[in-house]
């Protein structure tokens, strides 16, 4: 099975921090996803990697970058942590960009920023 | 614009019940449909994935179906378990111009009550 590593589970940050989170995989998957998900809202995509130091925005990037150095780690970093970033963030990969075979979501970061 | 609409929001259900969860969207070009558990704090798993000539696929006590000229999705749930309670969520996918988009729904929340 595909697995999806997020680095934790909960997370709590000051306003103005430098937060990280980290995921990584494990099938060698080309692509690979960072989402957040709050309530009413469902799940929005900040960005996305189709390959290594290869980054694309996705509909909600503001405030957000990320790194994609090796092919099994993605990482989203907020660069000053606001409490409006309070959130679910989810990662996920896939095998395939056309048949979106395998996509696979990591088990979330809870992050709260005070 | 791409959208995914599930009904009802969401639903409680006494165990041992059936139920059915619907998903109708309007995305364009369709590649193919997922439903996803998630459970409270944890990131969403695959039930079913759907390319378009497929009207029916099963995962154990979960059916889901699918229509694409209504494009209209459901999710039978048969003999609910305590187990069952979680959020369900539809995402249609589609690929078009090389690019590559999931369209999520806001998710049916399931309660099951003894």
């Known amino acids: 099975d595909v697995k999806v590593t997020q680095s934790s589970r909960y997370l709590v940050k000051r306003t103005g921090e430098k937060v990280f989170l980290e995921c990584v995989q494990d099938?060698?998957?080309?692509?690979m996803f960072w989402y957040r998900q709050d309530p009413g809202l469902g799940l929005r995509l900040i960005y996305f990697?189709?390959?290594?130091?290869?980054?694309e925005k996705g509909d909600i990037p503001e405030g957000y970058s990320v790194s994609r150095e090796k092919k099994e780690r993605f990482s989203l970093i907020l660069e000053s942590a606001s409490t409006n970033q309070t959130s679910m963030y989810l990662c996920?990969?896939?095998?395939?960009?056309?048949?979106?075979?395998?996509?696979?979501f990591g088990s979330g970061t809870r992050l709260t920023v005070v | 614009k791409n959208q995914v609409e599930q009904s009802p929001q969401s639903l409680i259900i006494l165990e041992g019940k059936n139920c059915t969860l619907q998903?109708?969207?309007?995305?364009?070009?369709?590649?193919?449909l997922r439903w996803y558990k998630q459970d409270t704090g944890r990131g969403p798993v695959s039930l079913t994935i759907?390319?378009?000539?497929?009207n029916t696929k099963s995962n154990g006590r979960y059916t889901a179906t699918l229509d694409a000229d209504t494009k209209q999705s459901s999710l039978h749930i048969t003999a609910s378990q305590l187990s069952d309670s979680a959020s369900y969520i539809c995402?249609?996918?589609?690929?078009?111009?090389?690019?590559?988009?999931?369209?999520f729904g806001k998710g049916t929340k399931l309660s099951v009550i003894p």
């Open positions: 759907m390319t378009f000539s497929e």
């Open positions: 998903c109708n969207y309007t995305v364009s070009p369709f590649s193919n």
């Open positions: 990697s189709y390959d290594v130091k290869m980054k």
């Open positions: 996920a990969s896939s095998s395939s960009t056309v048949s979106n075979y395998g996509y696979t």
């Open positions: 099938m060698d998957h080309e692509n």
């Open positions: 995402v249609v996918s589609s690929t078009g111009a090389g690019s590559y988009q999931l369209t």
